[in-house]
């Protein structure tokens, strides 16, 4: 006699009847995109006309031969390069502040957390209102210091809307960066640092030789989670300049949404977005194999 | 033992200054939304608003503006709920019989990373051949299906953290699997379902690019009406300032409610915290 | 109350083969207990007669019925796990009335039950408190409690006991042979620690690797275990091995070790022994079946010396290999003394060399 596996569980159909609902629901971002999106980009769709012609790699081409493409993905890789890093070293830096027994530092923390919760589209407006030229604090407290008037045009002018947008972005994520690497320093091995200490290693040996390395996974994720939000960064950058002034801040996602939805590129925005899949899916793979074996 | 308290009082110094800088934006904004036209425009600027008044949100009010949190209210409300339900449930079959292996959750989570812009235009292109743009339901599908993936990978996480002899128990003492679902699972995953629906919760209330894609007039969302105050020259200052807050509020509340979970939200499940 | 026959039972984890061929047939009202190291599948075994695991082949029968394809709940047993498995979010009399409510018993009798159940294991007090509120010990009962009160044909013990510590586990032991004494139910106990399988079984069935290496009443198994395995997995501290031969001496057979040293076997145990003459055998020798005298067999030097209180346990080399007596406490009085050490030769056993099977 034979029995088939989990039969007397009543698992074999149970476990499936769970599944696939949700599954079924998920295919609807995760499968018809994909094929739509390659379907399309093939053709030669735009709204403005009824053509729909198969125009083969034509789209494709034309990527290539795109320079606000390429500007827009190096402008995407300026903020991630600058941000990334910057956010990492000041969260260490706020956690490590933070690692010590301190009364009451359980509200810093939770005050800590806000900007990171916040809409970043609200976010955004938050640092407009900042930024204001006239009426906002930042030129004021600016002018204050160096004592003159001071009257930048932070989301007009070239050379200010790089820091501003960077202002923003790292100001609403640091936090994320400095939360979890708390929780991660937090969960170091004290006795470990308390022989190191005894051995008369300085703060910043242990710092090195002992929580860094222990902390390793939990920054490793972080970093690659803040990566993958920083290579579709969108919000942000919409409400303080829209890609502008001109298009010296389009990332690649406005860049994307304005074809599609300003110029009605349809097809050959498919084409943009299926690069920007390919692109990702590999960092996304490999993100996601590090978290698994984290957990 | 004074160097102690010295070194303390220096941290102490420099966390509230961090804290200060952090949270000065925030204020900012809660304080021109209490400001009156004149202390708005002031220069220079005000620190702070001459008196707490309500026009600017009585205002937002009359206009009807505020219909925008509502919209924001039910679309991520019940687009949370069926996430929650299909979600959890998924997540209990990847849990527990390991169905499909760690193919399948990390197939299922990847479909979260895909960058929003990529899944809202065929998504547009879709329900403009099924009439769906600017409808309740429309974007509550599409935050249900995006949301999925992370109920999913969470509650996947809460669950294994279930010893799974408390199901056998119930088991042997006369549940039905729906049973052991109903009186073990969920009453010990209480918890975790009530974190994670809260991150599925702001995640929904935060999103700016769907709603500003598939919404028209009638169920905007507040972050896309945050964004209709905007001007090239002059800004809707008050306006921004009342509908930012209107939208922040109740994060703030969320937040409150989660301090434990907040690490383990944010960092996919790989921080316990 | 029921009997357990289990016959011809396969089960297989992907290429690991867990249980190979177990037959066995359990009693109404015995108390049986699976025993064996880590691994050896005794856990598997109660799981299959819980209706937790799927078995691949051969039958399980509870008074007659075949239960293979029953869902646990409609089996009719009860189970007390390891780790207890109390629903946190349940106080004591919730989690005792679990099983009764899932099953729609009517209120009332619910509650009698459960106060009986409680009375009885010494928890009547502790009914409103929360799991997290209690001793592991009163965790424990509950748990039995639980068990109890369902009143099944068939309980189940997973490794009841190895969360508590030294002194608890004596007391729950004996709660638990109290608990068999009253109600008479078929238990079946799964344990790794043998002192528990020995003070608490009718039976004892020893696994080894997925296999039954022997059943029996536990003194019996004790003195004449079947294999190798059998005899030092029972017993502490562990019967002692020392390879050797058997010969034919000036009175009779005895055992001869590499280094010279003959143990001769008593008149009794000789008869049946001749086919082994001139051959390879292993002496098996228990530490409390040595003692020390004027004029013993054997005359050794302790190199380790362990005292704990009542008795105290030497170590020795005998033909290379170790060997552990013990004795009374003050037989020796410290490390490197000569002693000359008396053998019960009537108790020991020989092992085949070649089949680890005893003689």
Same mark, same amino acid.
């Given at each position: 006699m034979s029995y088939g596996p989990s039969k007397a569980l009543g698992d074999s159909q149970f476990k499936y009847w769970l599944i696939w609902p949700a599954v079924l629901v998920i295919l609807l971002i995760g499968l018809f995109p994909l094929v739509y999106t390659l379907v399309v980009s093939f053709q030669n769709i735009t709204l403005i006309d009824e053509d729909t012609s198969f125009h083969g790699l034509l789209n494709y081409r034309l990527l290539f031969a795109d320079r606000r493409l390429w500007e827009s993905l190096m402008h995407t890789v300026i903020?991630?390069?600058?941000?990334?890093?910057?956010?990492?070293?000041?969260?260490?830096?706020?956690?490590?502040?933070?690692?010590?027994?301190?009364?009451?530092?359980?509200?810093?923390?939770?005050?800590?957390?806000?900007?990171?919760?916040?809409?970043?589209? &609200?976010?955004?407006? /938050?640092?407009?209102?900042?930024?204001?030229?006239?009426?906002?604090?930042?030129?004021?407290?600016?002018?204050?210091?160096?004592?003159?008037? /001071?009257?930048?045009?932070?989301?007009?002018?070239?050379?200010?809307?790089?820091?501003?947008?960077?202002?923003?972005?790292?100001?609403?994520?640091?936090?994320?960066?400095?939360?979890?690497?708390?929780?991660?320093?937090?969960?170091?091995?004290?006795?470990?640092?308390?022989?190191?200490?005894?051995?008369?290693?300085?703060?910043?040996?242990?710092?090195?030789?002992?929580?860094?390395?222990?902390?390793?996974?939990?920054?490793?994720?972080?970093?690659?989670?803040?990566?993958?939000?920083?290579?579709?960064?969108?919000?942000?950058?919409?409400?303080?300049?829209?890609?502008?002034?001109?298009?010296? /801040?389009?990332?690649?996602?406005?860049?994307?949404?304005?074809?599609?939805?300003?110029?009605?590129? /349809?097809?050959?925005?498919?084409? &943009?977005?299926?690069?920007?899949?390919?692109?990702?899916?590999?960092?996304?793979?490999?993100?996601?194999?590090?978290v698994e074996l984290a957990r | 033992m004074k160097r102690r308290t010295l070194h303390m009082l220096a941290r102490y110094a420099m966390l509230v200054a961090v804290?200060?800088?952090?949270?000065?934006?925030?204020?900012?904004?809660?304080?021109?939304?209490?400001?009156?036209?004149?202390?708005?425009?002031?220069?220079?600027?005000?620190?702070?608003?001459?008196s707490i008044q309500f026009d600017n949100y009585r205002v937002l009010f009359k206009d009807g503006d505020a219909i925008t949190v509502w919209n924001s209210f039910v679309v991520a409300g019940v687009s949370t709920v069926i996430a929650m339900v299909l979600g959890t449930l998924c997540a209990y079959s990847l849990a527990r019989f390991r169905t499909g292996g760690d193919n399948l959750a990390i197939w299922i989570i990847s479909q979260r990373m895909i960058p929003p812009v990529v899944i809202v235009f065929p998504v547009f292109l879709l329900y403009v051949w099924l009439g769906w743009v600017d409808t309740y339901h429309g974007l509550i599908l599409l935050y249900t299906a995006f949301n999925l993936p992370y109920v999913v990978w969470m509650m996947r996480g809460y669950l294994e953290d279930i010893p799974i002899e408390l199901e056998e128990s119930a088991l042997v003492d006369g549940c039905t699997r729906w049973e052991? !679902?109903?009186?073990?699972?969920?009453?010990?995953?209480?918890?975790?379902?009530?974190?994670?629906? !809260?991150?599925?919760? !702001?995640?929904?209330?935060?999103?700016?690019?769907?709603?500003? !894609?598939?919404t028209k007039r009638e169920v905007t969302t507040f972050p896309v009406q945050v964004t209709h105050y905007f001007g090239g020259q002059s800004n809707f200052w008050a306006k921004i300032a009342a509908m930012s807050v209107l939208g922040t509020v109740p994060i703030f509340i969320a937040v409150a409610m989660l301090q434990r979970y907040l690490v383990r939200g944010i960092s996919l499940g790989a921080v316990k915290g | 109350m029921a009997r357990v026959k289990i016959?011809?039972?396969?089960?297989?984890?992907?290429?690991?083969?867990?249980?190979?061929?177990?037959?066995?047939?359990?009693?109404?009202?015995?108390?049986?207990?699976?025993?064996?190291?880590?691994?050896?599948?005794?856990?598997t075994l109660l799981r299959s007669i819980a209706g937790l695991e799927e078995i691949d082949e051969g039958t399980i029968e509870i008074d007659n019925d075949v239960v293979n394809e029953m869902r646990p709940r409609d089996r009719n047993v009860a189970m007390v796990f390891q780790s207890y498995a109390l629903y946190p979010y349940m106080n004591v009399y919730e989690n005792i009335a679990f099983g009764l409510r899932?099953?729609?018993?009517?209120?009332?009798?619910?509650?009698?039950?459960?106060?009986?159940?409680?009375?009885?294991?010494?928890?009547?007090?502790?009914?409103?408190?929360?799991?997290?509120?209690?001793?592991?010990?009163?965790?424990?009962?509950?748990?039995?409690?639980?068990?109890?009160?369902?009143?099944?044909?068939?309980?189940?013990?997973?490794?009841?006991?190895?969360?508590?510590?030294?002194?608890?586990?004596?007391?729950?032991?004996?709660?638990?042979?109290?608990?068999?004494?009253?109600?008479?139910?078929?238990?079946?106990?799964?344990?790794?620690?043998? +002192?528990?399988?020995?003070?608490?079984a009718d039976r004892i069935v020893l696994l080894k690797e997925g296999q039954i290496e022997q059943i029996g009443a536990p003194l019996e198994m004790f003195e004449r275990p079947a294999t190798r395995f059998v005899a030092s997995f029972l017993g502490s501290p562990a019967i002692n091995f020392v390879a050797g031969r058997l010969v034919r001496g000036?009175?009779?057979?005895?055992?001869?070790?590499?280094?010279?040293?003959?143990?001769?076997?008593p008149e009794a145990r000789s008869e049946k022994l001749g086919a082994w003459v001139d051959r390879d055998v292993v002496l098996g020798v228990r530490p409390e079946h040595m003692r020390r005298a004027e004029h013993g067999q054997l005359d050794v030097t302790f190199d380790l010396?362990?005292?704990?209180?009542?008795?105290?346990?030497?170590?020795?080399?005998?033909?290379?290999?170790? +060997?552990?007596?013990?004795?009374?406490?003050?037989?020796?009085?410290?490390?490197?003394?000569?002693?000359?050490?008396?053998?019960?030769?009537?108790?020991?056993?020989? +092992?085949?060399p070649e089949t680890d099977n005893v003689i």
């Open positions: 903020f991630l390069v600058i941000a990334l890093p910057a956010e990492l070293i000041l969260g260490m830096l706020m956690a490590l502040l933070c690692l010590e027994r301190l009364p009451g530092k359980q509200l810093f923390v939770a005050l800590l957390v806000l900007p990171t919760v916040i809409s970043p589209i &609200v976010a955004g407006a /938050t640092w407009r209102l900042m930024f204001d030229n006239r009426f906002g604090p930042v030129n004021q407290i600016i002018g204050a210091v160096a004592g003159e008037p /001071t009257t930048i045009l932070w989301t007009v002018n070239p050379s200010f809307v790089y820091p501003a947008i960077l202002i923003a972005e790292i100001w609403q994520w640091t936090p994320f960066m400095f939360l979890l690497l708390l929780a991660g320093l937090s969960n170091v091995d004290r006795s470990q640092m308390e022989a190191a200490e005894i051995d008369g290693a300085s703060y910043w040996r242990i710092f090195f030789k002992i929580m860094l390395p222990a902390i390793r996974p939990v920054m490793v994720i972080a970093l690659l989670i803040r990566a993958l939000d920083l290579f579709r960064l969108f919000d942000v950058v919409w409400a303080l300049t829209q890609g502008g002034p001109g298009t010296r /801040t389009e990332t690649i996602s406005i860049y994307a949404y304005l074809q599609g939805f300003r110029q009605f590129e /349809t097809s050959y925005t498919a084409a &943009v977005a299926f690069l920007v899949i390919v692109l990702l899916s590999v960092v996304v793979i490999a993100a996601l194999k590090r | 804290t200060v800088v952090f949270l000065f934006p925030v204020y900012w904004l809660f304080a021109i939304s209490f400001k009156t036209p004149e202390e708005i425009f002031a220069s220079p600027p005000l620190w702070a608003p001459g052991v !679902v109903r009186k073990v699972v969920f009453p010990m995953a209480r918890s975790g379902l009530f974190a994670t629906a !809260v991150f599925t919760f !702001v995640f929904a209330w935060n999103d700016f690019i769907f709603a500003l !894609v598939l | 016959s011809g039972l396969e089960k297989y984890y992907g290429s690991v083969h867990a249980l190979r061929g177990i037959d066995l047939d359990i009693a109404e009202g015995e108390f049986v207990v699976f025993v064996g190291p880590s691994g050896c599948g005794k856990s899932a099953r729609k018993v009517p209120a009332p009798e619910i509650d009698r039950r459960v106060r009986e159940a409680a009375e009885m294991l010494g928890i009547a007090g502790l009914l409103d408190r929360q799991p997290r509120q209690l001793s592991g010990g009163q965790r424990q009962r509950v748990a039995i409690g639980r068990a109890v009160v369902r009143d099944a044909r068939v309980f189940l013990f997973d490794e009841p006991l190895s969360n508590l510590d030294a002194q608890l586990r004596e007391e729950m032991r004996s709660e638990i042979k109290r608990l068999h004494r009253d109600i008479r139910k078929t238990m079946i106990y799964v344990t790794h620690d043998q +002192v528990e399988a020995m003070t608490l000036e009175a009779g057979l005895a055992v001869r070790f590499g280094d010279g040293t003959e143990l001769a076997l010396v362990q005292p704990t209180g009542t008795r105290i346990y030497g170590t020795f080399t005998l033909a290379g290999s170790e +060997v552990v007596a013990e004795l009374q406490a003050h037989d020796i009085e410290h490390t490197g003394e000569r002693l000359s050490l008396a053998v019960d030769m009537k108790r020991i056993i020989l +092992v085949d």
